[in-house]
């Protein structure tokens, strides 16, 4: 069982955060000398007390907390304000460069493992970063940037982020979506769709892609990237999962059987696939709607995977002991080595569609979609190709030994009541009558 995060330890308040700021823009040397926030975020603590314990892991915060501190200049400030966070306060900074470099040295400090006893561990960091005056005139105002720079950080997955005002004004639009993402559930605005999968090279269909969409009253569509971005930051992407789960798996048990024993795919975003908890939530999705856990696929991409490659496989295996099946998503875009897909506990590849899509035009494209068939099969996995939307494409993949396609030459994403038609009207080895 996974241990508690303990409360946060004690430490400087943010008023106190403030009064630091406030005291060095009062101290400045002169104007031609800047004052710099950079807020410290801690990845991946829930692995540090998994692994460490809580005791071993208080000790390692504290040694991360020290290590920290003596990087300091003089009249600079450091404080902790909770296991995951620490700010910094930097004054008499010549430029935003000296800034980035302070940063970059927060990281490698950071990057050293952490001891404690016997246990040895180590912990991510990001860094969000607020320039006076460039960004902001007032302590609390300019907190705020480096928490939005920070915020931006650990969406792009960087670990180090200087505000802009273009990204804030990104960021508030997303905020301003949490509270009616919220709701949206309840109000039956997110749906599922689904693209058919079929077979090569006879085109038969086999299974279907579940893909989310949220239709905003009065707005229209929100893009998913948006959306379960969103979901992400602001901690709902887990009833958010578990909606695609159940409605995907009662989808099945509703189409008719006539259709067959098809298939269903739900992506899973890098948060979740170390949570053990994403377990729970398939076996307790299958058991709900009786449905053979055969028929589920799961996608992760190929980065996801690296992020904690220890906890990511132990979930993905015991989600295969389950009997769902786990594809390695958008494949050929990401850093996974080849000693590590020997590896990983998946089943199938899914060659991203950039690559699908300019195959014919491009040669260096068609050399990649080759390979990877080639390289999915040597380790005995099937190869799924998205992006398909020409029959010469189509020819193409099946003369390479692809074994599945999905794209707009078969079909766009279904409303759940077309699929069925849309498969009445399909001729294997040719084209539907309608391809919606």
């Known amino acids: 069982m996974t241990s508690a995060i303990p409360s946060p330890v004690p430490g400087s308040s943010y008023s106190d955060c403030l009064e630091a700021i406030r005291s060095r823009l009062a101290a400045r040397e002169s104007k031609l000398y800047d004052v710099a926030v950079l807020v410290v975020y801690v990845h991946q603590l829930e692995r540090l007390y998994a692994t460490a314990g809580p005791v071993n892991a208080s000790r390692m915060l504290d040694e991360l907390r020290n290590r920290l501190s003596q990087i300091l200049r003089p009249g600079d400030y450091f404080t902790r304000l909770s296991d995951r ?21 927060i990281l490698r400090t950071g990057a050293e493992p952490l001891t404690a006893g016997s246990q040895r561990s ?16 007032s302590p609390e105002a300019l907190m705020q940037c480096s928490e939005t720079a920070l915020l931006e950080a650990w969406k792009a997955s960087q670990p180090v982020n200087v505000y802009t005002p273009r990204k804030a004004a990104e960021l508030a ?19 599922l769709n689904y693209q058919p999968r079929l077979a090569l090279p006879d085109l038969r269909v086999v299974g279907v892609e579940a893909l989310m969409r949220w239709n905003r009253p009065e707005v229209g569509n929100v893009p998913p990237d948006t959306f379960i971005d969103v979901a992400e930051m602001t901690g709902q992407i887990d009833p958010l999962t578990q909606f695609a789960f159940h409605r995907a798996l009662r989808q099945l048990n509703e189409w008719p059987a006539s259709l067959g024993p098809l298939g269903v795919a739900v992506k ?8 053990s908890g994403l377990v729970d939530m398939i076996q307790g999705a299958a058991a709900r709607w009786s449905v053979d856990l055969s028929r589920l696929t799961i996608q992760v991409t190929e980065n996801a995977l690296m992020i904690d490659r220890e906890r990511s496989h132990r979930v993905l295996t015991q989600i295969r002991e389950l009997g769902a099946r786990i594809s390695i998503d958008d494949f050929g875009t990401g850093y996974s080595s080849l000693s590590y897909l020997r590896e990983i506990p998946a089943d199938e590849l899914k060659i991203d569609k950039s690559f699908v899509m300019n195959m014919l035009v491009n040669k260096a494209d068609r050399k990649i979609v080759e390979q990877v068939v080639a390289l999915g099969h040597s380790f005995g996995l099937a190869v799924v190709a998205e992006g398909v939307e020409s029959e010469a494409v189509s020819r193409e993949l099946i003369f390479m030994g692809c074994d599945y396609a999905l794209g707009f030459h078969f079909a766009r994403p279904l409303a759940p009541d077309g699929f069925p038609d849309w498969v009445a009207n399909w001729q294997p080895g040719g084209t539907p009558a309608s391809r919606g």
């Open 268 to 275: 899973v975003t890098p948060s979740l696939i170390c949570n």
């Open 173 to 191: 639009e997303g905020w301003d979506l949490e509270t009616q993402l919220a709701s949206a559930l309840e109000n039956g605005d997110l749906v």
């Open 122 to 137: 180590s912990v991510r960091l990001s860094v969000g970063i607020g320039m006076f005056p460039a960004h902001a005139r």
């Open 85 to 105: 966070k620490f700010v910094f306060v930097l004054s008499n900074l010549r430029n935003q460069g000296h800034a980035i470099l302070a940063a970059n040295k």
